[in-house]
């Protein structure tokens, strides 16, 4: 079904839309206006989030980055329902899906998206990637184009095989947390990691299955990193419309425990690493996409890598505009 999506209709309703919907709460104590299910493929149960929206409307799928679950996207996505339908997909090893021996790759990753799609009659859907979901969304529109309505980019374009090198340049290393309870990594998450907190990383922290499989997760994951190392993005081979939001990083978002350091030259030396370093390898990233894909829409926004939560009012009026420009 054909939809010109309009800015002034999704904008006009987005803020409204959540707390006026139905909610089915889920374990855990998540409030969020979202069902939960389970997909099942033939070696795994795969959680998937379906926050609702009009039949017959275009498909959004969110997928979040290494480590994370759907119930990343909790606080977002909602902000589309008016419009779309949309679901969020969790892998493979992550929260409360399922840890199988095996399926740790970029090409696994999409055939359960598509997956997902056929076990809900979906066609065509957008596909909004987090990080290593960049790898994941950009294998699925090279392999099923036709599947394909358009791809975001949510700081997803950095090209993992200088990952290591570029992290281990970090001048400033993040404190590690010195309380294991949960209450205590919840404030190490707030106060160190992300600097920010929010119902959305409330639910993904919770939501991670302690079943006797979930212990093998941190022997069996590196191997995605490894597979997106290995297999750059291919984005000469998309056709469907691009939009990538780049996080420019900033010495408040990057490392929140020095907003109040009086420490000048501390500060300088993660000021330099940003410049000099982590920034230039999100734009080196974002550049080759805009080579193979010269229409390719490119946003930035100051801030952290989960933009979309630290900056999620920027980030929605980034995707309805680019929605605007589309007849899916």
Same mark, same amino acid.
């Given at each position: 079904?054909?939809?010109?999506?309009?800015?002034?209709?999704?904008?006009?309703?987005?803020?409204?839309?959540?707390?006026?919907?139905?909610?089915?709460?889920?374990?855990?104590?998540?409030?969020?206006?979202?069902?939960?299910?389970?997909?099942?493929?033939?070696?795994?149960?795969?959680?998937?989030?379906?926050?609702?929206?009009?039949?017959?409307?275009?498909?959004?799928?969110?997928?979040?980055?290494?480590?994370?679950? /759907?119930?990343? +996207?909790? &606080?977002?996505?909602?902000? @589309?329902?008016?419009?779309?339908? =949309? !679901?969020?997909?969790? #892998?493979?090893?992550?929260?409360?899906?399922?840890?199988?021996?095996?399926?740790?790759?970029?090409?696994?990753?999409?055939?359960?998206?598509?997956?997902?799609?056929?076990?809900?009659?979906?066609?065509?859907?957008?596909?909004?990637?987090?990080?290593?979901?960049?790898?994941?969304?950009?294998?699925?529109?090279?392999?099923?184009?036709?599947?394909?309505? /358009?791809?975001? +980019?949510? &700081?997803?374009?950095?090209? @993992?095989?200088?990952?290591?090198? =570029? !992290?281990?340049?970090? #001048?400033?290393?993040?404190?590690?947390?010195?309380?294991?309870?949960?209450?205590?990594?919840?404030?190490?998450?707030?106060?160190?990691?992300?600097?920010?907190?929010?119902?959305?990383?409330?639910?993904?922290?919770?939501?991670?299955?302690?079943?006797?499989?979930?212990?093998?997760?941190?022997?069996?994951?590196?191997?995605?990193?490894?597979?997106?190392?290995?297999?750059?993005?291919?984005?000469?081979?998309?056709?469907?419309?691009?939009?990538?939001? =780049?996080?420019?990083?900033?010495?408040?978002?990057?490392?929140?425990?020095?907003?109040?350091?009086?420490?000048?030259?501390?500060?300088?030396?993660?000021?330099?690493?940003?410049?000099?370093?982590?920034?230039?390898?999100?734009?080196?990233?974002?550049?080759?996409?805009?080579?193979?894909?010269?229409?390719?829409?490119?946003?930035?926004?100051?801030?952290?890598?989960?933009?979309?939560?630290?900056?999620?009012?920027?980030?929605?009026?980034?995707?309805?505009?680019?929605?605007?420009?589309?007849?899916?």
């Amino acid at each position: 079904m054909a939809l010109k999506v309009t800015t002034l209709a999704i904008t006009a309703t987005m803020l409204a839309s959540t707390s006026a919907r139905a909610q089915k709460v889920p374990p855990s104590g998540d409030h969020a206006p979202h069902q939960i299910h389970t997909l099942r493929v033939p070696d795994a149960a795969l959680e998937y989030v379906d926050f609702g929206g009009p039949t017959g409307r275009p498909v959004l799928v969110f997928l979040p980055g290494y480590g994370n679950t /759907a119930h990343s +996207y909790d &606080d977002i996505a909602p902000s @589309f329902t008016d419009h779309f339908r =949309v !679901l969020a997909l969790t #892998p493979r090893g992550q929260g409360r899906s399922s840890t199988p021996d095996s399926g740790y790759t970029i090409g696994t990753a999409a055939a359960d998206v598509h997956a997902l799609l056929d076990s809900l009659g979906v066609k065509r859907a957008v596909l909004v990637g987090h990080s290593v979901a960049g790898a994941t969304i950009t294998r699925f529109g090279a392999l099923w184009p036709n599947r394909t309505a /358009a791809l975001i +980019y949510l &700081d997803a374009t950095m090209d @993992f095989a200088n990952r290591d090198i =570029v !992290l281990g340049a970090n #001048p400033v290393p993040r404190p590690a947390p010195t309380d294991s309870t949960p209450a205590g990594m919840r404030r190490w998450l707030a106060d160190v990691f992300y600097g920010f907190w929010s119902p959305a990383l409330d639910n993904d922290m919770t939501s991670y299955s302690s079943d006797s499989a979930a212990q093998n997760r941190s022997r069996l994951l590196p191997a995605l990193l490894a597979d997106a190392t290995s297999h750059p993005k291919e984005y000469r081979l998309i056709k469907a419309p691009v939009l990538a939001i =780049v996080a420019v990083k900033t010495v408040a978002g990057n490392y929140p425990w020095l907003r109040n350091s009086h420490d000048m030259a501390l500060r300088q030396r993660a000021q330099d690493y940003l410049d000099h370093v982590l920034n230039p390898w999100y734009e080196a990233g974002a550049a080759r996409l805009k080579l193979e894909c010269p229409d390719a829409s490119v946003v930035r926004i100051p801030g952290h890598h989960f933009i979309f939560i630290a900056a999620k009012r920027r980030v929605v009026q980034a995707i309805t505009v680019f929605f605007a420009s589309l007849t899916l």
